[in-house]
């Protein structure tokens, strides 16, 4: 096991060194200096040399990358220009809200998209089937910001059940901060239950017409504890993993949803940082994700490996 | 994605039809596929025939027809400024299809030649593509295309661009493993052995047999696509006001739910139902070039 922990980490390194490069390079796409884009519409001299020597402009590009990667190492991810704020203390002010999100969006996904797709699986063809079915192309085809939108429409403006937008922290109010994220993470988890939903369908037909699946029903077993100890047990370890890359997929749908819902997440931080040409936190946020996706990646292995024992040796 | 690779032996059956006619075929008998077929012809037609068939200028204001709900008049009801929304819709379709199309093309033809490279290859130059594949794949799709549509500005070519450089890490993938696959089959041995030079076996018997699977892989990034054209359209990041895109229309729909709801309904019932569509074709494509369904 720690052999394979070892291997997988070395295999980080070359990643998430390209990941840097190109994380840096995206800077360097902007026409003109980059002095005066960080600098926005300061145009004194002076701001734009101290500039450039806080950000290493003055440098060859290779200095250049060697400095940015030397502070991101020591979790300095820059300043944020707009609000005069290091990106890093930003993003971890904003990530438990979006963490607070994927948790309950990848509650809603399992319970959902876990009991359909055995369900589908053990009902092939029938109409639950193709309910199932249904269910998991609605979630792969609709835009998460129009879904959104309707259950604003829905839940907020005709049944005034929901608040529209807004966001109350957990800790000031448990109920209030359930009723003002449960939209965008039904909207969120709607995507993981049709991703779920597919896995589990296929991973438990697989399951189903297997030899020890067989073998148990001929010792005469019933169907409930064939499907439940036997097939779902061995079916669910690929979907353990699909589960841990779900919520880095996340990542990606919050950043609308929580445009949509006015939430103060990670998502919407970088948003903000898009239209206030926040350029520093723009890359601050693409270089947390990132490590976040890969170490979510990692963990995913591991469980893989923890949970099937043949791949130990 | 092994499950992709196309069985080479598919070339010919017993029968003599045809490997394309005989998946063609078997693409017809899916009716999910059908009606995706459906869906998308039509709303191609839309796009093409957008300036005969809309029944007005989807720029035109109307300030006299602000925010009218759905009538005979104009059937999904106008915008906060009086322009027609069908005839946004339809027009909106240019953008999303072209979209879909263009970044798709710009993610294959960058992904397949370097995946084309690593699978045929290999050694070194896989090990780097492969290392700057992972790379990508490590920053999830939408904040890599919202970053580099930032980077890049905010317009309809620039978030397409966007969409196909962030979508190209899936095609080298791809590409590698559905080579890596033929490479190996006794037809690619026999044309090396009676002395082919690479380029020769790579275009001409290798590129023949991965293309069904990346028709597969196409069909349902073109969908992905979508979603992501009107999501940076949505952000502002995509196509331009006044130019119609069923994003856009969305994020200013957003502003008048209580007093014009139908402003949302038709722009996401268009994108829904161009994904969905894409996705049913993808999935019948897949299904029919699957050899385990001969």
């Known amino acids: ?313 | 994605m092994a499950e992709l690779a196309f069985d080479a032996t598919l070339a010919q059956d017993d029968a003599g039809e045809s490997a394309s006619r005989r998946a063609l075929r078997r693409l017809l008998r899916r009716k999910g596929a059908v009606v995706g077929l459906i869906v998308i012809a039509l709303f191609v037609a839309a796009a093409l025939l957008a300036p005969l068939i809309a029944p007005y200028d989807p720029a035109a204001q109307g300030w006299t027809a602000v925010r009218k709900p759905p009538s005979w008049l104009h059937w999904f009801g106008t915008d906060d400024v009086g322009r027609d929304t069908l005839s946004r819709v339809i027009f909106g379709a240019r953008a999303s299809l072209l979209a879909g199309v263009i970044s798709v093309s710009i993610a294959v033809g960058i992904g397949g030649p370097l995946g084309m490279c690593a699978g045929y290859l290999g050694g070194f130059v896989d090990a780097l593509i492969s290392r700057l594949t992972d790379a990508m794949l490590a920053c999830p799709y939408l904040i890599l295309a919202i970053a580099l549509a930032a980077f890049l500005g905010p317009s309809l070519g620039n978030a397409m661009i966007a969409i196909g450089i962030a979508a190209t890490p899936v095609f080298v993938r791809l590409t590698r493993s559905l080579v890596m696959a033929v490479k190996v089959e006794d037809y690619v041995e026999a044309a090396r052995a009676v002395g082919n030079p690479r380029w020769r076996i790579a275009l001409v018997h290798i590129l023949p047999n991965i293309l069904p699977g990346l028709a597969v892989q196409a069909s349902l990034s073109i969908a992905a696509a979508i979603i992501a054209e009107a999501s940076l359209s949505f952000l502002g990041l995509g196509q331009q006001p006044p130019d119609p895109s069923w994003g856009s229309m969305l994020n200013s729909a957003q502003r008048f739910l209580s007093n014009a709801p139908w402003l949302a309904v038709f722009p996401g019932l268009a994108i829904f139902l161009t994904v969905m569509s894409f996705n049913l074709l993808g999935d019948g494509l897949r299904d029919a070039l699957d050899p385990r369904e001969r």
């Open chain 1, 1 to 313: 096991m720690l052999t394979f922990l070892g291997k997988r980490l070395l295999q980080l390194v070359p990643t998430l060194f390209f990941v840097s490069v190109m994380i840096f390079v995206l800077q360097h796409l902007l026409p003109g200096d980059p002095a005066l884009t960080i600098a926005g519409e300061e145009r004194d001299p002076a701001v734009l040399a101290q500039i450039r020597a806080q950000y290493h402009l003055d440098q060859p590009l290779p200095q250049q990358y060697l400095a940015w990667v030397t502070g991101v190492l020591h979790g300095d991810l820059g300043e944020s220009i707009r609000m005069k704020e290091s990106v890093r203390n930003l993003i971890l002010a904003k990530l438990p809200v979006t963490l607070q999100l994927a948790v309950m969006a990848i509650i809603i996904g399992l319970s959902i998209g876990l009991p359909a797709g055995v369900v589908a699986a053990v009902r092939k063809d029938s109409a639950w089937d193709y309910a199932a079915s249904v269910l998991a192309l609605w979630g792969r085809s609709t835009p998460a910001f129009w879904f959104g939108i309707l259950l604003i429409f829905l839940f907020s403006v005709k049944l005034d059940w929901l608040p529209a937008s807004g966001y109350v922290r957990p800790s000031e109010d448990l109920l209030r901060s359930l009723a003002s994220t449960i939209m965008p993470a039904f909207v969120l988890g709607n995507v993981a239950a049709a991703a779920l939903m597919r896995h589990t369908r296929s991973a438990m037909l697989d399951a189903l017409s297997s030899d020890y699946v067989r073998t148990a029903r001929a010792k005469g077993l019933s169907e409930r504890a064939v499907i439940l100890k036997h097939a779902m047990r061995n079916a669910l370890t690929p979907v353990i993993t699909v589960g841990a890359l779900e919520l880095g997929e996340f990542l990606s749908g919050t950043v609308l949803t929580e445009q949509i819902f006015s939430i103060p997440g990670v998502g919407k931080l970088i948003v903000d940082a898009v239209f206030n040409r926040d350029y520093a936190t723009v890359q601050g946020v693409v270089v947390a994700t990132a490590t976040i996706y890969v170490t979510l990646n990692l963990i995913a292995d591991l469980l893989y490996v923890l949970v099937n024992p043949r791949l130990r040796s």
